[in-house]
T-cell receptor, first 109, second 115 residues
Framework: KNEVEQSPQNLTAQEGEFITINCSYSVGISALHWLQQHPGGGIVSLFM???GKKKHGRLIATINIQEKHSSLHITASHPRDSAVYICAAHINTGNQFYFGTGTSLTVIP | DTAVSQTPKYLVTQMGNDKSIKCEQN?????MYWYKQDSKKFLKIMFSYNNKELIINETVPNRFSPKSPDKAHLNLHINSLELGDSAVYFC??????????????FGPGTRLTVL
């Protein structure tokens, strides 16, 4: 069993819909990362959080440390949001990363 | 100005060969990483390195070795390439402040194909 589980694996949404991607982890973490990988292959770091909530534009990330769960929300989704979203649990000790398998999001106009 | 760059972008080679992938960052970061992304798009950390410590993922074969000539570079050498080494390899960098690491910046990736 992977230390980090994401759901759903695949998600198709209509433009404008509110989207939620979930991430659960089983290890004690220093931080939880959300990454975005576009069809071209490049990876961009969206958020790094260890508590509470962060917001960048239409993207919101939340984390519940007690429940070992994080969510990535996209408001007013747009076709350019189509990408694979990956969560990763980071442990400072040993500088270890455990990655989820990714959620492939397609937003249809 | 590219923050994290990798060369080459594509690498096609025969089984048994030795090859290197270069990574450079101009962000002044003190920590660099190599990741492998397999055909199922699953990312796995291979190495993390700062000027004091190399941390190796125990699942990485010793045919893979990182070499850092200076803080801005972390190159990946692969000996005796095997078919299973075919993947996309990403370099990334970050900085360590206080008690934690900051967000990572990723290179564009190198697609390695072993024939």
């Amino acid at each position: 069993k992977n230390e980090v589980e994401q759901s759903p694996q695949n998600l198709t949404a209509q433009e404008g819909e509110f989207i939620t991607i979930n991430c659960s982890y089983s290890v004690g973490i220093s931080a939880l990362h959300w990454l975005q990988q576009h069809p071209g292959g490049g990876i961009v770091s969206l958020f790094m959080l260890s508590s509470g909530k962060k917001k960048h534009g239409r993207l919101i990330a939340t984390i519940n440390i007690q429940e070992k769960h994080s969510s990535l929300h996209i408001t007013a989704s747009h076709p350019r949001d189509s990408a694979v979203y990956i969560c990763a649990a980071h442990i400072n000790t040993g500088n270890q990363f455990y990655f989820g398998t990714g959620t492939s999001l397609t937003v249809i106009p | 100005d590219t923050a994290v760059s990798q060369t080459p972008k594509y690498l096609v080679t025969q089984m048994g060969n030795d090859k290197s992938i270069k990574c450079e960052q101009n962000l002044g970061h003190d920590t660099m990483y190599w990741y492998k992304q397999d055909s199922k798009k699953f990312l796995k950390i291979m190495f993390s390195y700062n000027n004091k410590e190399l941390i190796i993922n125990e699942t990485v074969p010793n045919r893979f070795s990182p070499k850092s000539p200076d803080k801005a570079h972390l190159n990946l050498h692969i000996n005796s390439l095997e078919l299973g080494d075919s993947a996309v390899y990403f370099c990334a960098s970050t900085s360590f402040e206080g008690t934690s690491y900051n967000e990572q910046f990723f290179g564009p990736g190198t697609r390695l194909t072993v024939l």
